[in-house]
């Protein structure tokens, strides 16, 4: 079975500060990961995906995430948090089921005091 | 391109009630899948629907059902509405099921409260 463990269900940072989210995986598969955010009542949307190809992937608004197999790790950072990045994040697994379906840790709030 | 919708945003049910919630799939995707998000949690994969057929299902019992029709816009239906049923409810759409590292593109949810 597969399982996402976010550590720090709030993180609390200042503006301009680097930002580190914690995503740990289980996966008897190669897996794919993802990190969603979600901004106060919307749905979620893309910040990034690991698909097997490079370890270090690139996503939207300056994030990015590092996929380690021997820590079973997949930690979102972004150099200088900027206040509109206060949001809710999701870090999601995928690989093992015939439907794609997306496995979701409990989330982390991000902070951003200016 | 017309993103993911879902309507209606928000709706509120007494217990026993039944709810339709609808969702219109990004163009080109044929494929629709459910998430329940109750409140501080992640959101928990309820079912799939691919070329109008369940493609899978998660851990949700027989009283959550859902349809896909021809254009590939689902509806997902509950009945006997239990309080524990509050919740957000997400819909995702993307281009072929089974893919996992296909994108989902998820809709704005619609709030349901159960009183």
């Known amino acids: 079975a597969q399982s996402v463990t976010q550590l720090g269900s709030h993180v609390s940072v200042s503006e301009g500060a680097l930002v580190l989210l914690r995503c740990n995986y289980s996966s008897s598969v190669p897996p794919y990961l993802f990190w969603y955010v979600q901004y106060p009542n919307q749905g979620l949307q893309l910040l990034l995906k690991y698909t097997s190809a490079a370890t270090l992937v690139k996503g939207i608004n300056g994030f990015e995430a590092e996929f380690k197999k021997s820590e079973t790790s997949f930690h979102l950072t972004k150099p200088s948090a900027h206040m509109s990045d206060a949001a809710e994040y999701f870090c999601?697994?995928?690989?093992?089921?015939?439907?794609?379906?997306?496995?979701f840790g409990q989330g982390t709030t991000l902070q951003v005091k200016p | 391109e017309t993103g993911v919708t879902q309507s209606p945003t928000h709706l509120i049910k007494t217990r026993g009630q039944q709810v339709t919630l609808r969702c219109s799939s990004q163009?080109?995707?044929?494929?629709v899948s459910w998430y329940q998000q109750a409140l501080g949690q992640g959101p928990q994969f309820i079912f799939q629907?691919?070329?109008?057929?369940?493609?899978g299902r998660g851990n949700f019992p027989p009283r959550f059902s859902g349809l896909q029709f021809p254009n590939y816009s689902s509806e997902l239906n509950v009945n006997a509405l239990e309080l524990d049923d509050s919740a957000l409810y997400l819909c995702?759409?993307?281009?072929?099921?089974?893919?996992?590292?296909?994108?989902?593109?998820f809709g704005p949810g619609t709030r349901l409260t159960v009183l």
């Open positions: 629907y691919y070329r109008e057929e369940e493609n």
């Open positions: 163009s080109g995707h044929n494929t």
């Open positions: 995702a759409s993307s281009w072929e099921a089974g893919a996992g590292t296909d994108t989902q593109y």
């Open positions: 999601a697994v995928s690989g093992t089921s015939n439907t794609g379906k997306l496995i």
